[in-house]
């Protein structure tokens, strides 16, 4: 179905990233690839004076760890890229920068903030220029 499939991952969400990923399989067209990116939130400059230094180079270090973790065993090509920024925007920039044709993205139940302000999930499928499946 998808040749080019980007797969958000959210390390507090649990298991969620490894149904992500098994679905992106399920969806993947022969030859196609899969993309784990996680979104790093940037520290406010007046912020970053008091952490020591290294440790942002090292936070980055070990979410691509991680994503390379949960990539490991599966049968299909997967990229581990971790970025910078807002996470929805970061998300679609980069899906429409790449050429995404899909984003399989987990959500979770939403609560009563998510009503006002809009879960990341629910974000990107309103701006995706590409198709988006949702995990609950």
Request: aromatic share 6%.
């Amino acid at each position: 179905m998808y040749n080019n499939i980007l797969v958000p991952v959210v390390f507090d969400h649990g298991g969620r990233a490894a149904a992500s990923l098994k679905v992106a399989k399920e969806l993947l067209n022969d030859g196609g690839k899969v993309t784990l990116i996680h979104v790093m939130e940037e520290v406010p400059s007046y912020a970053t004076t008091y952490l020591p230094e290294g440790l942002a180079e090292r936070h980055h270090d070990e979410a691509v760890e991680t994503l390379t973790g949960i990539a490991k065993g599966v049968d299909v090509p997967v990229d581990a890229v971790v970025i910078h920024g807002h996470a929805y925007s970061s998300i679609l920039e980069y899906s429409q920068k790449h050429g995404t044709d899909c984003i399989v993205i987990a959500s979770h139940k939403p609560g009563f903030e998510d009503y006002f302000l809009g879960s990341t999930a629910a974000r990107v499928v309103r701006h995706a220029k590409c198709g988006v499946h949702i995990l609950r």
